[in-house]
């Protein structure tokens, strides 16, 4: 992993293997899936961009404000007119606390942070949405994965390198993630 992630509790050399490697899954229901459907097409976004203002949200609650590289994965139906789409980059998002912000607003405020990410040598997380596959950690510290491929449910798994990662750490990213979701959904 070379250099510690602003966000990581603990520095950790080289990527984690099987033994280093933990993970927790939430499943959010039927209510926040559909938040976050009637959010995609209300606010003519995508459901990437959607989760990255939630993961910023997230993480700027849990570790702090800043900016988080992200390297992104998504596939499947992720645009506004249900299209097919496929991406693999890396980005990054502002990590964002303020209160004051509105749903909108923190979209706002993501979409036009989220940014090619060149001068970024490695990402702080990878995240992968609606791909096959669990999520495994490897060279990034946390991993996510949002399988939102079903209609009744929203699945995310935090895997974490536990020489990173503190597991209350991770638990206190996956409980702030809901509530940052229903946030940037409501507007």
């Given at each position: 992993?070379?250099?510690?992630?602003?966000?990581?509790?603990?520095?950790?050399?080289?990527?984690?293997?099987?033994?280093?490697?933990?993970?927790?899954?939430?499943?959010?229901?039927?209510?926040?899936?559909?938040?976050?459907?009637?959010?995609?097409?209300?606010?003519?976004?995508?459901?990437?961009?959607?989760?990255?203002?939630?993961?910023?949200?997230?993480?700027?609650?849990?570790?702090?404000?800043?900016?988080?590289?992200?390297?992104?994965?998504?596939?499947?139906?992720?645009?506004?007119?249900?299209?097919?789409?496929?991406?693999?980059?890396?980005?990054?998002?502002?990590?964002?606390?303020?209160?004051?912000?509105?749903?909108?607003?923190?979209?706002?405020?993501?979409?036009?942070?989220?940014?090619?990410?060149?001068?970024?040598?490695?990402?702080?997380?990878?995240?992968?949405?609606?791909?096959?596959?669990?999520?495994?950690?490897?060279?990034?510290?946390?991993?996510?994965?949002?399988?939102?491929?079903g209609d009744s449910h929203l699945r995310i798994d935090w895997a974490y390198d536990t020489r990173?990662?503190?597991?209350?750490?991770?638990?206190?990213?996956?409980?702030?993630?809901?509530?940052?979701?229903i946030e940037v959904t409501s507007g």
């Open positions: 992993m070379g250099a510690r992630s602003w966000i990581a509790d603990h520095d950790a050399a080289g990527p984690a293997g099987p033994a280093d490697t933990s993970m927790m899954s939430t499943s959010l229901g039927g209510v926040l899936a559909a938040e976050l459907d009637g959010a995609r097409e209300s606010l003519g976004c995508t459901t990437e961009e959607i989760v990255l203002a939630a993961l910023g949200r997230a993480v700027a609650r849990t570790m702090g404000e800043g900016l988080l590289a992200v390297d992104v994965d998504s596939a499947g139906s992720d645009s506004v007119d249900g299209g097919a789409q496929s991406a693999a980059r890396r980005v990054v998002v502002p990590c964002v606390s303020r209160r004051e912000l509105s749903g909108a607003e923190l979209l706002a405020t993501a979409r036009a942070t989220v940014s090619t990410a060149e001068a970024h040598p490695r990402a702080d997380v990878s995240l992968r949405i609606n791909t096959d596959g669990v999520a495994t950690v490897g060279e990034y510290g946390l991993c996510v994965h949002v399988d939102h491929s990173n990662f503190d597991r209350y750490t991770v638990e206190e990213l996956s409980e702030q993630f809901p509530l940052a979701l």
